[in-house]
């Protein structure tokens, strides 16, 4: 997964090293000085032995899994895991068989409290993914062991500009925004709090905040009931 798409954040690269269904949304982006840039940035990091997280081919897993055309919910990140092998490209996600981090934890405290979902054994959310969640991250590289190193290079316009498609189509979509950072983000989007979307916001499920509002949330259950009225289905989250 990833690897053509991945080019994208190392070279400069064309739209048809996307996804299909994102290119129209980040041909423009990828296009400017900013990205350019980002792209020598993350190609210098590599050839200095610096290890950058996820690793190539994985960097924009949330778009492949996740076409544009069939995002339902989306869950906002802010960057990826910074231990070794934790980020696969997925927001709160981890691989088959890694250790489940403890926001990712108390997220599942969450689904178990508010749809009786029994605690799952691994940290692996492409289910998730694949029936039209976007686990986004704000950013989408990290240095080894540096968390938020790779912040404020560019990477926020290009998950901007995803958000702001997201928002921009017809289909209704769920937001679940958790802690500030992510409301921050979702306010960079005009009007989507005042359009056809479901905008549910909550703190981090972090354990420095989930205990402050985060459990007790009921945005699982409250996403399928406004996916359901609307006709789009609702999410197994138990898968």
């Known amino acids: 997964m990833g690897g053509k798409a991945?080019?994208?954040?190392?070279?400069?690269?064309?739209?048809?090293?996307?996804?299909?269904?994102?290119?129209?949304?980040?041909?423009?982006?990828?296009e400017t000085s900013q990205a350019r840039k980002l792209g020598g940035f993350l190609t210098s990091e590599e050839k200095t032995g610096t290890r950058v997280f996820p690793p190539r081919g994985q960097r924009l897993a949330a778009l492949e899994l996740t076409p544009l055309d069939r995002v339902k919910v989306v869950i906002l990140g802010q960057d990826p895991y910074h231990g070794e092998g934790q980020a696969h490209g997925l927001a709160f996600s981890v691989p088959q068989g890694v250790k489940v981090p403890p926001s990712l934890v108390n997220i599942c405290k969450e689904l178990e409290s508010d749809l009786g979902v029994t605690p799952r054994r691994d940290g692996n959310l492409e289910s998730w993914a694949r029936q039209g969640v976007l686990l986004l991250n704000n950013v989408l590289t990290v240095a080894e062991g540096r968390a938020g190193s790779h912040q404020m290079l560019g990477w926020e316009a290009i998950t901007d500009a995803v958000i702001a498609a997201v928002a921009a189509r017809d289909e209704p979509v769920v937001f679940m925004l958790w802690g500030n950072h992510a409301r921050k983000k979702a306010a960079r989007v005009p009007g989507l709090g005042h359009g056809h979307h479901l905008v549910l916001t909550a703190p981090h499920p972090s354990p420095l905040s989930a205990y402050s509002g985060f459990f007790g949330c009921r945005h699982f259950s409250k996403a399928n009931a406004f996916l359901e009225a609307n006709g789009r289905g609702a999410i197994d989250w138990s898968a």
């Open 6 to 30: 991945d080019m994208v954040m190392n070279q400069a690269a064309t739209r048809s090293d996307v996804p299909d269904s994102w290119q129209h949304v980040l041909g423009p982006v990828l």
